[in-house]
């Protein structure tokens, strides 16, 4: 079934991209620099092909290229692939001719120019011949199974309508093994009591047996386990526990016995947090010294000569584990008596000219890469909120706490999903708690790549929500 294959098709498909790129590396190497020397005893050249190696890494992370590689039709995988080529000349451009710059390690600009050019001709090429082969082979890829489900309680039935609203999954349930025949609202699905699960399943070669019989039943269900052992049958046990959110859980043993998880949590390695704190200390030195202190001058003269008072704005928010800090920014509104109460709203009139054009350009958060420094906020993080807003929220979102098992960042996931500014309804703040949720469960070094970069990209243009 589909989501048997798709693991080893997304590694085939990451897998030749790299072997195009190299591929293509190597052969302008030899045709253009006609160079007699050895591409791989050239040490001056290996550092382009690292570069180019990871800049693909990040520009296909960006885009998402590799995700669901067996289920996006022709055109989206054919946008993405597009996508994912103009970052990465973008990125390689940056890179090498503006940072780097050719002379250092003695490749030309027509040597960018031909590899990217045949690396794109054979990426493009590629793709036609893998959508090709995907397409005719579909059916073969699909491989559905045929299950039956033991127990017709509400997991069962939640089961059943899983699979039938999900076929890319490759699971076609038959129905329901249960001694209660009225638990079955349709009597079709229902096949009989549990001790005639096995002998159906021998005989109509059922593939998978999956058991949602209750904990009570558990002597019902080492039988069934044995049995199904014996004959050749896949059993699956589905835990009795059941998240009524519907959202995913994560399991894991403590020696034999199962734990299950709420959610998944990158973050909790010590490895995770050593590398995001790493990159946060990194990250931040080279904004303050090649960024920050040439603005802090400018934009000092500008808060001061537009409005009185200080050049920050100082402000207890609520950080990790709910401890509060002390935030820094650049002061962009008048000085007033609201502004630990209220939020900034559309043509607030406490914002300064000058404070404008900080909020639209994310220029204001500058000063919190101190913070970074000091350990109470990271580069990326769901956004810290006033104290009073933490404790409103708390009381009518049941998971607005769970954001604060993060250190709060700069920018985050809920930010460049356009998820900022004045939150004017309970339920505008539920979508950005959700976001901020997704990414605790979802962290990963790439995925504060990505976010940076798209941050960096709508300071540039001006965020329409940022006011």
């Not at 794109?120 to 059916?139: C, D, P």
């Not at 349709?186 to 209750?214: M, Q, W």
């Not at 962009?332 to 009139?349: F, G, I, L, R």
Request: glycine content about 4%.
């Amino acid at each position: 079934m589909i989501n048997r294959h798709t693991a080893f098709f997304k590694v085939l498909n990451l897998t030749i991209d790299y072997f195009i790129l190299n591929v293509s590396m190597i052969s302008t190497y030899f045709i253009i620099d006609n160079s007699s020397l050895f591409w791989a005893s050239n040490r001056r050249y290996l550092p382009i092909v690292l570069v180019f190696n990871l800049v693909w890494l990040l520009s296909s992370n960006i885009s998402g290229l590799y995700e669901q590689v067996l289920n996006k039709d022709s055109i989206k995988t054919y946008k993405g692939v597009i996508r994912t080529y103009l970052l990465f000349v973008s990125f390689i451009c940056f890179t090498i001719l503006i940072l780097i710059g050719t002379e250092a390690y003695f490749i030309t600009r027509q040597y960018l120019f031909y590899t990217l050019a045949l690396f794109g001709f054979l990426l493009g090429l590629w793709k036609l011949i893998f959508l090709t082969i995907r397409k005719s082979e579909r059916a073969a890829l699909i491989d559905t199974r045929d299950v039956i489900i033991i127990g017709a309680g509400r997991i069962g039935q939640d089961l059943y309508n899983f699979f039938k609203h999900n076929p890319d999954r490759g699971y076609h349930a038959i129905g329901f093994f249960d001694n209660d025949p009225n638990g079955v609202s349709d009597k079709t699905l229902y096949l009989g009591p549990t001790n005639n699960s096995i002998e159906f399943a021998l005989k109509y070669k059922v593939d998978e047996i999956f058991c949602t019989l209750p904990i009570s039943e558990s002597k019902t269900i080492e039988q069934l386990m044995f049995d199904a052992d014996k004959n050749l049958i896949r059993f699956k046990s589905v835990p009795e526990y059941f998240d009524y959110d519907k959202k995913p859980t994560f399991i894991q043993s403590f020696g034999h016995i199962p734990i299950i998880s709420l959610r998944t949590e990158p973050l909790e390695n010590l490895l995770n947090r050593s590398i995001k704190r790493a990159f946060d200390i990194i990250f931040s030195i080279f904004v303050i010294l090649f960024i920050f202190s040439w603005l802090f001058p400018i934009l000092s003269i500008l808060i001061k000569l537009e409005s009185k008072g200080p050049v920050f704005f100082t402000q207890v928010r609520s950080g990790r584990n709910n401890k509060s800090f002390k935030c820094y920014k650049f002061r962009s509104m008048t000085v007033n008596n609201d502004a630990d109460d209220k939020q900034a709203t559309t043509y607030d009139e406490r914002i300064t000219k000058t404070g404008a054009i900080l909020r639209r350009t994310s220029l204001d958060e500058l000063p919190q890469f101190f913070n970074v420094l000091k350990g109470n906020m990271s580069v990326v993080g769901p956004r810290p909120h006033m104290i009073k807003h933490t404790q409103q929220y708390s009381e009518l979102i049941d998971k607005f706490m769970v954001r604060h098992f993060l250190k709060p960042g700069i920018t985050g996931w809920a930010q460049i999903q356009g998820l900022r500014g004045e939150t004017k309804t309970v339920d505008a703040m539920l979508q950005r708690v959700e976001a901020d949720v997704w990414y605790l469960e979802n962290w990963s070094f790439l995925l504060d790549l990505k976010i940076i970069f798209l941050t960096v990209r709508n300071s540039l243009k001006g965020d329409e929500n940022a006011f």
